[in-house]
């Protein structure tokens, strides 16, 4: 540049900062004025929040505004079931409340503050990288081996970095002989066919909010008082016959009352259920093995059990089976009669039990071969507590992830959920079975390549260190421990470096996505004998749900379609939930002691713990840890959870592409980078229209909420589950 260019220069920066001044000083103006207008804006939507007949909706496209940021502004206006459910947010692909589970985490009413689990010793071993080659013929990728790696520390997680917590390490096999010696079954455990039917238990069914009563001698409206377990004891024994031994809660939530003075909800729960009894009633402890059986405390479907003499009744929710929308007693009745009607012709032997959880295992129980000298005849051999004890420790159930800005704009295009029905139907065909094999880091790189892909490909469940591809910008596909118990987080940094357990699933997915292959060094794993132990049952369980699907989709009458709708879902928490009773989770239970003379605390059960004191009873908790349980298989559990999030990401469905008649793929690796807002178990929430095709068959993304239009990215669990229920609103009511 001479001195002529820079002087022409010079004019042409005069003239751009002569036009750009009355500009700024017009912006400025309007600036100004734009802000007066949103103080405006905001004052008259307080004002008009205050009509008793005011809507969100309304005020909402006068205003140009989404609907949260209505309520944002006039918090009266969200719809009081919206908040409600936001607050205690519904479980899905859980553990059972009353199988050898883990206890519900406390759902606090102000907050909570989660304790990190303790150092389980570390994962820094060498081991073979397993990461995809070349493309073959088939379009098929191969493994590498790539010899001894790097040693890679852990990086910590930004969430982790901002708490300052620490990561939890989860817990490695032992080197060596104490390693090797995990893996064993159980001396003398196994599951086997049982010989003998369940017991039918007599059900009543009640809602505490109207007192309306239904079983099967009739129908009857209760003064229930204030809902107490003495008063609905006393009154539901004052007009039912003793036979009833399990009255199902519709509605009302008796457990929840006087929950505002409690900081959890599990504490209202419990001191609900260790309320003063009714003169002759007990809490239950004299019936099955465990002679201090208790309460089972859950934040929304709490179990109690009481006795009087040999009378034996459970207080249950209904919300363990489905979620009743509303209906009546009458028609929830219907839909278990529906239920069992539907399972009949399947299963000789069906009782329906307490939960879907111990139904499930009892279905399960009765496909396990009988005939002498077929495989497997003799019963599937329980796991060494050792390996039951690591996977409980390193296989994660359902994804549930929240992902707020600035990973994702504050604002985005729409809202769409879809969701994969009856999902884990789907990752039945195939199961661990027997004793495990270890697979060492030294074994694994031993392996061909075609061994090392079967290996992968086998049922499975690995210790893996893991390299996310920089410039990476999608979701993450891995879990890995965060802070707190029980605690997962999906690492999605470009060159972060991690170390995990994972599914063969998952890790084949983190090898084979479609957008590039992530780095995985293999460090230990358990690999399994592949079996179907598993898949009677499920596919069973497929044609009830088939059949109820159906009839609830051509009955005239409106009762009948809702109950067969109803018991459709009671399929599915049976297979679900099931599902969750082979993880056998440490087993926690409650009870309650009177005082003694002077207020003298009574001796508690062995291992139980005082948790709570009146100024007439004690109540204690005990964890009674792991089981000599014969139906315990996590890995089959392990399984299916590692599939399902897999397929939340990347899964063939059951439509076909019309050019090449390959299954269309389908999951959130499908959609645009940066559209994805949430995933909840088997439901992916994006901002990105989705257009995949609903085919009816398990596993399947069904749209079930759509907002075509502009929205305000929820950051908090809160605004996530009021959208979620206004996506579901506007998307009902295009079909209406």
Excluded at 252 to 268: I, T, V, Y
Aim: one cysteine or more; hydrophobic letters at 40%; a negative charge.
């Amino acid at each position: 540049m001479d001195s002529k260019e820079f002087s022409t220069g010079l004019a042409e920066l005069r003239a751009v900062r002569d036009e750009l001044k009355p500009l700024e000083r017009e912006l400025a103006q309007l600036q100004a004025k734009v802000g007066k207008l949103h103080d405006r804006r905001a004052e008259q939507i307080r004002r008009l929040g205050g009509y008793a007949k005011a809507t969100s909706d309304r005020i909402a496209t006068a205003a140009g505004l989404s609907v949260i940021d209505i309520v944002a502004l006039a918090p009266s206006l969200a719809p009081q079931g919206a908040l409600q459910a936001s607050a205690e947010p519904p479980v899905k692909e859980s553990a059972p409340v009353d199988q050898p589970a883990a206890q519900a985490p406390a759902e606090p009413i102000k907050e909570t503050t989660a304790t990190p689990d303790p150092d389980n010793g570390s994962a820094d071993r060498v081991g073979a990288v397993a990461r995809l080659g070349a493309a073959t013929a088939d379009g098929a990728f191969g493994l590498e081996v790539l010899g001894e790696p790097r040693q890679a520390e852990n990086t910590p997680s930004p969430a982790a970095a901002v708490s300052g917590e620490a990561e939890r390490v989860l817990p490695s096999i032992p080197a060596g002989a104490e390693g090797d010696a995990w893996f064993r079954a159980e001396s003398g455990l196994a599951s086997k066919r049982p010989n003998f039917k369940q017991a039918t238990r007599g059900m009543a069914f009640l809602d505490t909010a109207t007192g309306v009563l239904v079983w099967q001698g009739g129908t009857t409206r209760l003064d229930l008082g204030q809902s107490s377990v003495a008063e609905i004891l006393t009154a539901v024994y004052a007009v039912a016959p003793a036979t009833i031994e399990r009255i199902y809660i519709t509605a009302g939530d008796p457990w929840h009352q006087g929950s505002e003075r409690h900081e959890f909800l599990k504490d209202a729960v419990a001191a609900w259920l260790n309320a003063p009894l009714p003169e002759g009633w007990t809490v239950e402890s004299s019936r099955g093995k465990d002679r201090q059986a208790g309460h089972l405390v859950h934040p929304r479907n709490p179990v109690g059990r009481w006795q009087r003499g040999d009378q034996h009744t459970e207080i249950r929710s209904v919300g363990e089976w489905f979620d009743p929308e509303g209906a009546d007693p009458a028609t929830v009745r219907a839909a278990f009669v529906e239920l069992w009607k539907a399972l009949r012709p399947h299963f000789e032997d069906v009782v329906l039990m307490g939960a879907p959880s111990q139904t499930g295992r009892d279905l399960w129980s009765r496909t396990i071969p009988a005939k002498a000298g077929a495989k497997w005849a003799d019963g599937f051999p329980v796991m060494s507590e050792e390996i039951r004890g690591l996977l409980h420790a390193t296989a994660g159930q359902g994804r549930t992830e929240l992902i707020t800005p600035p990973r994702v704009p504050e604002r985005v295009a729409g809202w769409f959920e879809v969701d994969r029905t009856f999902a884990y139907a789907k990752h039945t065909w195939a199961s661990g079975v027997g004793v495990p094999r270890r697979i060492t880091a030294a074994a694994f790189a031993a392996m061909t390549e075609k061994e090392q892909s079967n290996a992968l490909f086998a049922p499975s469940h690995w210790q893996v260190r893991v390299t996310i591809p920089k410039g990476w910008n999608h979701v993450g596909l891995l879990p890995a421990p965060a802070p707190g118990e029980r605690s997962w987080h999906y690492p999605y940094e470009g060159g972060r470096t991690f170390t995990t357990w994972a599914g063969g699933a998952e890790v084949n997915l983190a090898l084979r996505n479609p957008i590039a292959p992530w780095r995985i060094e293999i460090l230990d794993g358990l690999l399994w004998e592949s079996g179907d132990p598993l898949k009677s049952w499920s596919t069973k369980l497929q044609k009830a749900w088939r059949s109820l699907r159906a009839i609830a989709e051509m009955h005239g009458d409106e009762q009948q379609k809702q109950a067969c709708g109803l018991a459709s879902r009671a399929v599915r928490s049976i297979l679900l939930y099931g599902i969750g009773t082979f993880a056998q989770r440490p087993r926690i239970t409650t009870g309650s002691l009177e005082l003694g003379a002077g207020g003298a605390v009574p001796d508690l059960p062995d291992g139980a713990r005082l948790t709570g004191i009146t100024d007439t009873l004690v109540t204690w908790e005990r964890n009674a840890g792991f089981a000599r349980d014969q139906y315990a298989h996590p890995e089959w559990a392990a399984g299916v959870w590692s599939a399902a999030r897999a397929a939340l990401l990347s899964v063939s469905t059951s439509a076909k592409d019309p050019q090449t008649g390959k299954p269309v793929k389908a999951g959130a690796l499908h959609l645009p980078a940066g559209s994805i807002l949430a995933f909840r178990t088997d439901a992916i929430y994006t901002s990105a229209p989705v257009d995949w095709e609903y085919g009816g068959e398990p596993g399947d993304y069904l749209l079930k909420g759509r907002m075509p239009w502009e929205q305000t990215t929820p950051r908090n669990d809160e605004e996530f589950y009021y959208l979620q229920g206004l996506g579901r609103q506007a998307y009902e009511s295009e079909g209406m």
